[in-house]
């Protein structure tokens, strides 16, 4: 059974950091780009980050350029997300995400065929 299963989320104050992991099993997705997401109450899930199968690619969405960064761990089954400055618009579910069948980058949520379950960020003072 393929699972992406996220960790790493919590509440905390506006300028802190978090580092949120998500650990693939069932498959490899080594050679897969993946990707981040998330969703605010009330709004529609969004384009995060995302990274090639290699790490040699990624792509940000402008809202968290300079402030997110993500990688992975192939020898882990593993993909980070690293936030910094964490502003209060921050605040929402974060999904860890895998592309089907392809290698390189995507912001397009439908490019993805594989969610976890996510974890919640809570940036508040």
């Known amino acids: 059974q393929v699972q992406l299963e996220e960790s790493g989320g919590g509440l905390v104050q506006p300028g802190d950091s978090l580092r949120l992991s998500c650990a693939t099993s069932?498959?490899?997705?080594?050679?897969?780009?993946m990707g981040w997401f998330r969703q605010a109450p009330g709004k529609e899930r969004e384009f995060v980050a995302t990274?090639?199968?290699?790490?040699?690619?990624?792509d940000y969405a402008d809202s968290v350029k300079g402030r997110f960064t993500i990688s992975r761990d192939n020898a882990k089954n593993t993909v980070y997300l690293q936030m910094n400055s964490l502003k209060p618009e921050d605040t929402a579910v974060y999904y860890c995400?895998?592309?089907?069948?392809?290698?390189?980058?995507?912001?397009?949520?439908?490019?993805?065929?594989?969610w976890g379950q996510g974890t919640q960020v809570t940036v508040s003072s």
């Open positions: 995400a895998a592309r089907t069948g392809r290698p390189d980058t995507s912001s397009r949520e439908y490019a993805y065929g594989y």
């Open positions: 069932g498959r490899t997705f080594s050679r897969n780009a």
């Open positions: 990274i090639s199968w290699s790490g040699a690619g990624t």
